[in-house]
Structures are given as C-alpha cells and as structure tokens.
C-alpha cells in the first residue's frame, strides 16, 4: 500500500493537535517449541526466546516514531498461552515461569507482556486448573505480566465452572494486592470468543494458529474523532456524522500500517494486523464517552447512547476496512472506565453506571473494562458479572470480556488510584441480591443453537 505526502503530513497535524498516537507495537511470539519436562525449563526456554526475538523492538519503534513523528506510546509483546506450553511440565512452580517471562520482559524495555492464559471455553485438564490457580500469585509478584482466561464461545458455549473459579481468582488477586487498590486484577482479563491476534492489553495473547513472530499494531484516535465530532454542525444528520468517523478511521488506519510494516521491516518479521480501536486514556480530550456527549448528550450513560455508541463502533470498522486488507484483533471502541475522564465523570454523577455499561458491551469491542466495585463483593457476584457478558458474547457471536477490580477496604463512591495508563475509577455499586446459588450450580450453558453452522 503506498502513502502519498499528503496523508502522511495530515496525520502529523492531528498527531500534533488531536492526541493522535499509535497505541502499540506488540511482537506476537509463538512459544510452543519453548516446552519442556520440567517447568524451570520451561521458564529457562520462555525467558532466552523473548529477549532473543525482542531485543531489538524498542529502539526499533522508537526510532521509527521519531522518524514519522508519530508517537508509539507502548511497545508490548504476546506470547503463546502459557498454560499450553505447560501442559506436560512436572515438578517447580508456575509462578516461576511467570516471573522468567516477566524478567524477560523488563530486560528488552516492553511496557507490558501478554499471554498467561488459558484456552478453557469447554473444560479443562487437572494441569490448566492448577494453571488457573497460580493467575492471582503470578499477577501479583511480577510488574509487566498480563493474563487472561477464555471461558466461553459461541461453538462451546459457557464454561459456568471456570466461571466461577475466577470470580475467586480475582477475590484472590485482589487481596494480594490490597495495599495498591487490587492492582492484580487490571492486568486480567476474561474473554467470551477470544481473539489471537489482539495487540491490546491486558488481554493479548499469540494464537496457536499464528506464525512463529509477527508484528500487529494497535491504534487509538479518540481525541481526534472527538475533535472531528466536536466541530461537526450541531444539525448534521448521523449518517453523514458517521461518514466523518469513518473517513477519519481511514487515515489513522494508514498511519498504523504505516508504523507496522516498516517496524516489521526492520525487524525481519512478518505485519500481522491493524487493530483500529478507539482506545481512551486518562488525557483530557481523548475520552470516547466524550464523543458520545459531543454528538447530542448532555452525559455519557444516558437513553439513546447504546444507539450512538453502535454507531461509532461500526464508523470506526468500516474505516479500518477501506484502509488496510489486514485490519483484525477487535477493532471498535473501547469504554474502559478507570481510563477514560469522560466515564468517570460521567459515573460520579450518576449518568453512567455498571447496567448502562453491560448494555454498551453488546455493541462496542470489548466487554466491562476496568470497572472497580466495591472490596465486599462476594466472588460469586463477580462471577455473575463475567457470565451475563459471556452470554452477551456467545448470543452475539462477538467477543466480550470482564476486568473488573473488587477494592480491597473501599466502599461505592470513593476512588482508586492505579497510576499510569491505568488512570483512577470510582468505586461503582452491584446488586444486592445474591445470585450464589446459580453460580454454585456450575457446569456448562450449552452453545445456542445458531452455533450450528456446518
């Protein structure tokens, strides 16, 4: 695909005035041929490969930032599901292996590595489920280390089992971390209908279909749509509306392929895809509910924003796809509330709240996203929680996911503080009433019937 002078000098502009960034380069690494019979070969294998196939990623996207003048605000890596490269392992800890991957991570300079994972949608071995139980250890003795859980898919359905096993991982998570607000539990995910080839944390992981390395970028542009949306006549109508949304996720699509192919070129390993998401940050100005409120509401939250957040969701695709032939992960708009100004705004004054949340995941790319609720919440609420956005996932045939984060000690209306990206969240209510008993039922809610398709 070539770039004219024109695209590329257009892009500076909003890099320069509208908060345009690439938000990652993230080398997705195939770690398969990292097992072995031990798990401190494992950990021995895992950690030389990264720093082997990674060495060279920073200073690369850096330079090629410099160059373009595009800012890359991450560099990241992906690796294969641990808990599949585990599988035969005997004797040591699984937290050994996470702290080598997390090692190997700090020595090349990434800001975040994904992939303790595991792929568990319709049941799991006795090794996944010791897998499973080592998440909260390993998420709370490393820095850099992301982990996420499949629990469901529209061909499989619901695992209700490994629902409510993480609704106790993330009660687990949390209390490990209690003296940083829960911090554990933003660095997990759990996925209906995972992607593997999503360059986003904290829910990256390399596929087992995915080639040996590859480079994918992730790019977010919400300042720039909302500077667009912002400026547009008050009186146009939302199809012309979404036409300027989707002309301008053409041209952030470009300038990302742009960064990924030619940091794929220099590295020596195949461009994966393009992930165009509208991904917020706690920068005034780059908030995706503030583009919800500039196209015609007084607050994000509030009736008819489901509508218009659809809408955007579906701009935001077409524009990737008229771009670039390699548009993939999720590729949408993100509403993580913790990271977005405009949601927590929006929350502390009543307008947005965790039902207006679960009914804007049916429509937008991901699920509820670094929600925190109160550090009473019983594990098996949060575990209602991950299933009703399962269900919305496995319905839909989209993907949908839950970080949520139960604050160890705080109570609705205060807030956390978790630095960073990760930004700060007010704490927002649940329910009351107890849904323990279904959890405790466990099994599977079979696959609906449109999942026959062969």
Known sequence: MEYTQAEILQTVAMTEMEHLDVRTVTLGLSLLDCASDSLAGVAQKAGDKIRKFAARLVPTVDEIGEQFGIRVANKRISITPVSLITEGSRGGDLVQVARAIDDAAGTVGVDFIGGYSALVQKGATPSETRFLDSIPAALSSTQRLCSSVNAATTRAGINMDVVGHVGRIIKDAAERTRDQGGLACAKFVCFANAVEDNPFMAGAFHGVSEAEAVVNVGVSGPGVVHHAVRHADRDLPLQDLAETIKKLSFKLARAGELVGREAAKRLGIPFGIIDLSLAPTPVPGDSVANIIEAMGFERAGTHGTTAALALITDAVKKGGAMASGSVGGMSGAFIPV???????????????????????????????????????????????????????????????AVRIIPVPGRDVGEMVEFGGLLGSAPIMPVSAFSCADFIRRGGRIPAPIHSLRN
Do not use: Y
């Open 338 to 400: 913790s990271e977005d100004a405009g949601m927590i705004e929006a929350t502390q004054l009543g307008a947005l709240s965790l039902a207006k949340l679960e009914a804007w995941t049916s429509v937008c790319s991901v699920g509820i996203d670094m929600v925190a609720v109160p550090g009473s919440t019983s594990a098996e609420t949060i575990a209602a929680i991950i299933a009703d956005e399962m269900a919305i996932g496995v319905m839909n045939n989209k993907t949908t």
